[in-house]
């Protein structure tokens, strides 16, 4: 069987798909590397919804996709950027994916964190007009839910304190105040704008090495209270050079989607756990190659995942928030869920261009657990824009 697939410049060309997926296995957790999948939701596409609606999930196909992840051994980063946070999941939303995913982590024995911020706090017609006892507050409302729940927390960049902050200071108090009242380590998240515009100058400056020592400023006056931190920036010798800056305990979780097999495997000096949104469509290849690394096989864990990045590097192309598009279109096309709907109708941010690439790579990868699915379904996404076979 062969597929027919648009070129660059619009031109038809025939593809042959792979017959046979990449064989993998479900296995023991992993022993060398913490790694969690940021995981995405699943919309219902039966709702009458509208962009401005809140968002409508379909929560069977949504833990079902929680439990694949855990079944592979990979640890789930729950209601983060790849769950369309602030992007079409509203905290309401957040909230219930938070205390249904974590109920089910229970149930199954998965190791699950999730996300705290203070997407509660509109921009109102003046912007984000509040204090930062307000974002304080939004802050504990998240995090005490999280603790209620079971979950490990994990700290993530505020687009209200990015818009209230006047400086670094700022920062110091308000994370200060909620490592003091947090019962658990947390994980703390640092986005960069490419991710969110709306993080710009995070930390209290545009200039990257002063943020950075803000940023290890917060965790060196509170070390027994971090866990670990995660770094999405997608600057390999930054995270590099922050890892080893590190007080002794706190882990650095690698969110460059870029430059993951590199920063996992290490150096000399150390390495990087993994917390990737990359590894919700790359489950069971990511949790095969750490499986190899726990054995000490470094380039054996290189030969698996290092044909991957291509796929990532594309999916996570410019803009990259739209990164979760593509996420979701290789779930449709894997069997994860029924249909390609996404919340906040986000299933319209990539192009047809941008479908096709990522098509030929993930079949090329072998991600497909049944190619003639595949097939059959982009075949089906072919004949709505016009492609016929």
């Given at each position: 069987?062969?597929?027919?697939?648009?070129?660059a410049g619009?031109e038809?060309?025939?593809?042959?798909?792979?017959r046979?997926?990449?064989?993998?296995t479900?296995?023991?957790?992993?022993t060398?590397?913490?790694?969690?999948?940021?995981?995405?939701?699943?919309?219902?596409?039966?709702?009458?919804?509208?962009?401005?609606?809140?968002?409508?999930?379909?929560?069977?196909?949504t833990?079902?996709?929680?439990?694949?992840l855990?079944?592979h051994?990979?640890g789930?980063?729950?209601?983060?950027?790849?769950?369309?946070r602030g992007m079409?999941l509203?905290w309401?939303?957040?909230?219930?994916?938070i205390r249904?995913?974590?109920?089910?982590a229970?149930?199954?024995?998965?190791?699950?964190?999730?996300?705290v911020?203070?997407?509660?706090l509109?921009?109102?017609?003046?912007g984000?007009?509040?204090?930062?006892a307000?974002?304080?507050?939004?802050?504990?409302?998240?995090l005490?839910?999280?603790?209620?729940?079971g979950?490990?927390?994990?700290?993530m960049?505020?687009?209200?304190?990015?818009?209230?902050?006047?400086?670094p200071?700022?920062?110091l108090e308000?994370y200060?105040h909620?490592l003091?009242?947090?019962?658990?380590?947390?994980?703390?998240h640092w986005?960069?704008?490419?991710?969110?515009?709306a993080?710009?100058?995070?930390w209290g400056?545009?200039?990257?090495d002063?943020?950075?020592?803000?940023?290890l400023?917060?965790i060196?006056?509170?070390?027994?209270?971090?866990?670990?931190?995660?770094?999405?920036?997608?600057d390999a010798q930054r995270?590099?050079?922050?890892?080893r800056?590190?007080p002794v305990?706190?882990r650095?979780?690698?969110?460059d989607?870029f430059?993951y097999?590199a920063?996992?495997?290490?150096?000399?000096?150390?390495?990087s756990?993994?917390?990737?949104?990359?590894f919700d469509?790359?489950?069971?290849?990511?949790?095969?190659?750490?499986r190899?690394?726990?054995t000490?096989?470094?380039?054996?864990?290189?030969?698996?995942?290092d044909p991957?990045?291509?796929?990532?590097?594309h999916?996570f192309?410019?803009?990259?928030?739209f990164?979760?598009t593509?996420?979701v279109f290789?779930?449709?096309?894997?069997?994860?869920q029924e249909?390609f709907t996404?919340?906040?109708g986000?299933?319209?941010s990539?192009?047809?261009?941008?479908f096709?690439?990522?098509?030929?790579?993930?079949?090329?990868?072998?991600?497909?657990?049944?190619?003639?699915?595949a097939?059959?379904?982009m075949?089906n996404?072919?004949s709505?824009?016009?492609v016929?076979?």
């Open positions: 069987m062969t597929i027919r697939l648009p070129g619009g038809l060309r025939t593809y042959e798909p792979r046979t997926p990449l064989a993998t479900t296995g023991t957790p992993f060398s590397r913490t790694v969690f999948s940021a995981a995405h939701v699943v919309a219902d596409p039966f709702a009458d919804v509208s962009p401005d609606s809140a968002a409508a999930v379909d929560w069977d196909a833990l079902a996709f929680r439990r694949h855990w079944a051994g990979l789930v980063a729950e209601a983060m950027d790849t769950a369309q079409g509203d309401a939303g957040a909230a219930e994916l249904r995913s974590s109920a089910e229970r149930a199954v024995g998965g190791r699950i964190a999730c996300g911020g203070t997407d509660q509109p921009v109102t017609e003046f984000y007009a509040y204090s930062l307000d974002i304080r507050a939004a802050y504990e409302e998240q005490a839910l999280v603790e209620e729940s979950s490990q927390v994990i700290l960049a505020s687009r209200a304190l990015a818009a209230v902050a006047k400086s200071d700022d920062y308000v200060g909620l003091r009242q947090a019962a658990e380590p947390v994980v703390l986005l960069g704008p490419m991710f969110d515009p993080l710009e100058g995070y400056s545009a200039d990257l002063a943020a950075t020592d803000t940023f400023e917060v060196a006056a509170h070390p027994d209270k971090v866990d670990g931190i995660k770094v999405s920036l997608l995270e590099i050079d922050i890892r800056r590190l305990g706190v650095c979780y690698t969110g989607d430059n097999p920063l996992i495997a290490g150096d000399e000096q150390g390495f756990h993994a917390l990737l949104g990359i469509p790359l489950g069971p290849l990511a949790a095969e190659a750490v190899v690394l726990d000490g096989n470094v380039s054996g864990f290189r030969e698996l995942l991957t990045v291509e796929l990532s590097r999916l192309q410019t803009p990259t928030r990164y979760k593509g996420v290789l779930a449709w096309l894997a069997g994860h249909h996404m919340v906040g986000q299933q319209s990539r192009s047809l261009p941008h096709t690439r990522a098509y030929e790579l993930a079949d090329g990868l072998g991600l497909f657990p049944d190619p003639q699915l097939e059959n379904r075949k996404l072919l709505l824009y016009g016929a076979q």
